[in-house]
């Protein structure tokens, strides 16, 4: 079983769930050929499909379907890995402590390493992903802001790029993420983006590209406090009030590294299911 610490009741007396839709998705589920998942598993894909059915049972779907064909990115995640600590030494992962007013979660993702030869896109992806999951675990968001930092990318960063991977992110974020991402914004925008941008624009959505920001190499902050997030939600390093992406990224690892045991559960309960198709 996998478990959560936050409560269904709270999500019903929020007006964010509604039973009915629960039993309806409870009913369904049965007669297909899917896990049994828990009903708080349900809750979060039906508040990542503003708890439309239909888009539910297809979000379901996609799921199980996309994390089967992605081992490398939904696999054997755990941060004692021998690969997933070297990543975590190349790039910053952060989770801003403080949510929008309409409860949406802030994550910024960046190098600090700038040697390409120190960066594994699958690994880098899969504690994305990690983290993604991570702010479902005690208090779902009602979507997930992600800022992108370009600032140590370099040209050789692109021969690092696997349109395969690329390829099988998109498919999950776009059709079955139990979470719904709302914007991207790429800051410090590097001068060879359009040729990152060719390869990944024909897999993405139109809904997706629309939710695409750019912030260019000298930018006005005050512009982005005033049009996207203030500085109460951001860190130093952005000119923001919160404490350093450095830091947060420590409290980061921490928070990945006490769900370890979550994300076996997760494994265990998919890799059952896989097992029992076969």
Not at 183 to 205: C, S
Request: aromatic letters at 8%.
């Amino acid at each position: 079983m996998v478990t959560y610490a936050f409560e269904i009741k709270n999500l019903i007396q929020t007006g964010r769930i509604c039973p009915e839709d629960i039993n309806k998705l409870s009913q369904w589920i049965k007669v297909q050929d899917l896990p049994e998942i828990n009903e708080k598993q349900m809750c979060l894909f039906l508040l990542a499909c503003e708890n439309n059915i239909d888009n539910t049972k297809k979000c379901l779907i996609s799921y199980y379907c996309e994390r089967k064909n992605a081992p490398e990115l939904f696999d054997n995640r755990n941060t004692e890995r021998e690969d997933i600590i070297a990543q975590l030494k190349t790039l910053e992962f952060c989770i801003i402590p403080e949510r929008t007013t309409d409860n949406r979660c802030i994550i910024i993702n960046r190098l600090s390493d700038s040697n390409a030869c120190n960066y594994n896109m699958d690994v880098a992806m899969k504690i994305l992903l990690m983290t993604f999951d991570s702010l479902l675990y005690e208090n779902p968001p009602n979507g997930i802001i992600l800022l992108f930092d370009m600032n140590l990318m370099r040209l050789s960063h692109i021969t690092k790029t696997k349109i395969g991977t690329v390829r099988k992110i998109l498919r999950y974020i776009q059709d079955g993420m139990p979470v719904c991402l709302r914007e991207i914004h790429v800051l410090n925008v590097v001068w060879f983006f359009n040729r990152i941008f060719a390869i990944i624009k024909p897999l993405m959505y139109r809904e997706l590209v629309k939710k695409l920001h750019l912030h260019p190499v000298g930018s006005d902050m005050n512009d982005f406090y005033q049009s996207f997030i203030p500085k109460t939600h951001l860190p130093s390093d952005y000119g923001g009030e919160l404490e350093s992406v450095k830091e947060m990224h420590k409290e980061t690892i921490q928070t990945l590294t006490n769900l370890n045991a979550h994300f076996a559960e997760e494994e265990n309960q998919r890799k059952t299911y896989y097992n029992k198709r076969n």
